[in-house]
């Protein structure tokens, strides 16, 4: 065998084994999406009542400190959601990009921006920048739970409540990776904090059968009640934008790995092309030599005559 | 015309329970609350460690749940939403793990200051009141 052939023979098997493996992830991939989007639905009914109690104690109370704005924020802090693990597409460096075009927003508007992250390639991309990161969670975002949720929101609390002149924060961003659908994922900004009244009032102040939201009786009183379910309404955006990103990363994985699967075989197509063309360019070398021997022997034999 | 309420259980994760009752017994930051079918709308804070009754929400008895850290809404119409950060419904509850946790928080010895260890503990009463286990005190 000719060595052309068995290098196009050698490459054929290792794309084939490649594909292989990028289409296992791409199954993995396409099971997981179905149970991040199956936990993104359970924790649908508690974000919708407790956005909802929320709405109703805010049009209530309006002079809260969790809910006015500072009058002049000095600094902000932004949460990017990342992934964890690599060949997710362009999850991660999206989710990276429109939290360096808040960033740039925020310091043009004269804020200081402290940036949270979760995420390993978050994480690892700040790193090798040299930039700050205030603080980081890693190895939550391909299952995230409540308890995670939970100590990022404490954390983002805790600097929220500060005050501002002690390093504390005015404001609250989230960037994370919204579901549109299987094919679609699209990274955004929220602010949670200070709650932006707007965002809630239209959809959550009806009920499902589109009547206004009752008049509450709140117990001990409304400005207790919103102090205790401010930071847990808080606490449940940051969960939903895990989870919701969650989905996003293994919808967006799995599309890598169908392109790459795709490509494989596409390769392996061509070099199959490729090392037929070789066998029978070495086959054809192979006859002619044989016939040329052939008359040569015969022109010899003909001539000792 | 017969009246029940609509009650749903939730925690962040899932929806533990939901489905119909006669009343719901609650214990507030405020005390106790009972809801009877034409309550007025009601938005109060529950009591750390509380136990949570739905009666007449099986076919016999009762539907208890330990709820940490929750609120309890009852919106016109009769709906009743008990949201909770950490619930577990009574047949869920480790009784053996609630009632070890109890025992080591009461070991460490409960100090005034420490919230933690108050929480803590009242976490694991709730949990075995609800499991229907008497809390030794």
Known sequence: MGAQLRVYRRRIRSTKSMAKITRAMELIAATRI??????????????????????????????????????????????????????????????????????????????????????????????????????????????????????????????????????????????????????????????????????????ELVDDKGRALPLYEFEPSAEEALDRLLPQYVTNRIYFALLESAASQWASRRAAMKAATDNAEELVKNLTRQANQARQAEITNEISEIVGGADALAAASAGSE | MSKKLFVELVSPERELWAGEGDMVIAKTVDGEIGIQPGHIPVLALLAPGAVVRVLGGRENGEVRAAVHGGFISVSEHNRVSILAEIAELAEDIDVARAKDALTRVEAEGISAEDVEAQERAARARSRLEAAGEAARA
């Open chain 1, 34 to 203: 179905t149970k991040a989007q199956r936990a993104a639905e359970a924790a649908g009914p508690y974000a919708r009542e407790i956005t909802r109690a929320v709405s109703a104690l805010a049009s209530r109370v309006s002079d809260h400190p969790l809910l006015t704005e500072a009058a002049n924020p000095t600094r902000a802090a932004i949460l990017v959601v990342t992934s964890d693990k690599g060949l997710a597409g362009a999850y991660s460096t999206n989710a990276i990009k429109e939290a360096e075009s808040l960033t740039q927003l925020l310091r043009e508007q004269g804020k200081e921006v402290l940036t949270y992250m979760v995420g390993r390639k978050g994480v690892a991309f700040y790193r090798f920048r040299e930039r700050p990161l205030e603080l980081s969670w890693e190895g939550i975002t391909e299952r995230p739970t409540y308890a995670d949720a939970k100590e990022v929101g404490a954390t983002l609390m805790e600097r929220f409540t500060q005050d501002s002149a002690e390093g504390g924060v005015d404001e609250i961003h989230i960037v994370s990776t919204e579901f549109v659908s299987m094919l679609t994922q699209r990274a955004a900004a929220h602010r949670a904090l200070p709650m932006e009244l707007e965002e809630v009032d239209a959809a």
